[in-house]
């Protein structure tokens, strides 16, 4: 008997019905062990030392393997096939070393490239050791990783409150949208013209021409600067016959797109079927470990995570065989295409990613899979089946129609156009782009030289510059890869990282940095520059690759890294806030101090005059404020155009006067957003404030509006049966009324200003009748059935959010998972790390023995102290549950 070990459960299953009885196959559930996250797990002074843990639910498993193999004698590590794969495979093994588990036992490495049952016999064929130099790689890289965030985290926490953490390659890609971000602010737009022309043939075709040159200078972009310029050459032009000066045709070739690899396929999922790079990723995984295909799960694509574009030979035969069975002869090339990487970081030479049967069109498995996976799988098979495709035959035609103008300069206006003569691999796929328009696009008539054209009309066109355009995932990614930066199975992590630290925000599928983002930025580029330098970090990257072939010893690298490193943080560590708040403000001056139209100074105080505006650094993040505090209390959000960041002054935007005090009704924005004032503040006694509701724009506030938000929280009325008040409010969860403790939620904002006594009764005894009942959870996600059986696992939206469910056992997801974009595997590990924390019986039973104990008396002081605070008017207990400006940061 055998005990393989790959990381999922799903392959797990189907492996081992592909090798038979005389197999074990177990899972890993991913790694088994990591550094612990704290201090002095990786030891410079020991030489790079490192320390590993075994969480619990991997240690149940590690003990599985290690019984299993008591009676075994020989061990397959069959993880991944790339460097975490291999990573894997190492700790699995020096695990069970260390427990005494391989002693006489032969420990062997495969890699399955593709789960079908011919790909996994043929692996098994080929056995090797686990490869040294890639698991080195795999240390150092960790280690670095650990070393920059548990040294650097800190530095930010200290200079930078509210900031939670950088890392070595997370802050270069979040220093790419910063960077960005820095162009489109400084970026200035320009006016220019153009002369479009509508014009027809002899035959009556309508084609479009463009002003290409005037007297035989062609024009550049900018040189119609202004309305006057163009209007000049309208009046030029007009009533002027035109001909074709000259037509030329030019054959040519588009050839096609190598296969994908993990980079590609995240961009083309993204531009194509709107997929995160992240939903991608879980998608195939799907595909590559399989679905329900003639009673037995086949793996549909090869293994997604790789640097590599070329195919096994086998794999080109079938992808041209195919070609020809759908498409015929043309579309077949004498000779098969070959790809190589050009890709600076190229890494393991996995092959591309490709369906595992190219025989196998998508419309042949389209009933097993759900939208995504079809459309996923799709895009996969068009592109590699237009790879090995003949190239697309086009003839590219260029005309100049001329005219002599009125004031005896010749213009030439030009039209560009495209024939496609042979589609070849257009036919099947064309890749999409991110920012421009295909120039193949457009199709001319057929014209001669000497033909006259026809005018139907010329006109000017005024445009503008425009800024370079954010970046969306995709486009990042590939600016990421041009410059070597991170690796295929880092690109979802670095994404997700950067938006739950809050360093990011996704808007129209585009990365926009927060003021948290930029600061953390601004403060790395001030003091360590080196280390968000793209060469640097691209070129830490080539020597890692150095390490995982062998040609470089990895604690070296991690000794260079380290000495330059520490010397940095111990400069920094010297200096003060100030100095940090200094350099800070002259890095971010041209985002936060923007220059005033009427040049003044940008950072004079607009409350005060006297004092200048600087970032300061407060508990819940950055902001500015005057240089006069507390004398002077103007503050406002970091971002210039933030909400009422520039369009509301320090004294507030005045709405009006309350009828009832003669007090001014203002709207303000305070360091924690927007909110309502009534009258000023007076020495030892503050005004009375109202936060204003999510659901409400600041500037359509109203003074009735206001008024009524002012004046809250509004007393309904007493209790029939009670006597106590009922009163309506908002508070941090929306709109609710308030009855002696009891909190009851209203369904609309309109109702804490309109509901009566009788309604809100009902609702406060619906409440009460509930008690602390749970609502009734809803299925967000069936994910299908649990590889053991026992029927189906479910994501469900709960109170207090989303779970797992699976029998009578609910696992909580981490507050920055997506319970949409959850797999399976993740649910079943959350669910058996629910499993491993179940509270055993003797803790069960002292939670029985505490309950039946019979409770302690309160001390006198603590009794009275309720007994007074239960006497408190209610409307001053909801003012208390309600937000207030502060607390709505």
Known sequence: MTVVVVESPAKA???????????????????VRDLPPKDGSVRPDADFEMDWEVDGKSAKRLSDIAAALKTDDRLILATDPDREGEAISWHVMEVLRKKGALKGKAVQRVVFNAITKSSVLEAMQHPREVDAPLVDAYLARRALDYLVGFSLSPVLWRKLPGSRSAGRVQSVALRLICDRELEIEAFRAQEYWTIDGTFVTPKGQEFEAALNAIGGKRLGKLDLPDEASARAIEQAVKGQPFKVDSIESKPAKRHPYPPFRTSTLQQEASRKLGFSSARTMQIAQRLYEGVELGGETVGLITYMRTDGVD????????????????????????????????????????????PTEMSRHPNDVR??????????????????IASQMESADLERTTADIGTDGKDGKHYSFRANGSVVKFDGFLRVYQEGLDDAEDEDSKRLPAMARGDSIGVKKIEGVQHFTEPPPRYSEASLIKKMEELGIGRPSTYVSIMETLRTRGYVRLDKKRLIPEDKGRVVTAFLESFFRRYVEYDFTADLEEKLDKVSAGEIDWKQVLRDFWRDFTAALDDVKELRVTNVLDALNDILAPHIFPPKEDGGDARACPSCGGGQLSLKLGKFGSFIGCSNYPECKYTRPMTPGAEGAEAVPAEGVLLGVDPETGEKVTRRVGRFGPYLQLGEAVEGEKPQRASIPRNKKPEDITLEEALKLLSLPREVGLHPETGKPIVANFGRFGPFVLHDGTYANLESPEDVFTIGINRAVDIIAEKKARGFQRPKAGALKDLG???????????????YGPYVKFGKINATLPKDKDPEQLTMDEAIALIAEREGKSPSKKTAAKKVAARKAPAKKAPAKKAAAKKSAAKKPAKKAAKKAAKSPKEAA
Do not use: C
Request: proline letters at 7%; zero cysteines.
């Open 13 to 31: 299953k189907t492996i081992n019905k592909y090798l038979g009885k005389d197999f074990k196959v177990l899972a890993s559930y991913g790694h």
């Open 785 to 799: 059935p649990h590889p053991s059986g026992g029927g189906n696992v479910q994501v469900m939206k709960g109170k």
């Open 367 to 384: 009933r097993t899979l759900d939208d995504d996976q079809f459309a996923l799988y799709e895009l996969i098979w068009k592109r590699t």
């Open 311 to 354: 195919m096994a030979p086998e794999a080109i035969a079938a992808t041209r065989n195919a070609i020809l069975r759908n498409f015929g002869e043309p579309y077949v090339p004498p000779t098969p295409r070959l790809y190589t990487t050009k890709a600076k970081n190229a890494q393991e030479a996995h092959e591309a990613i490709r």
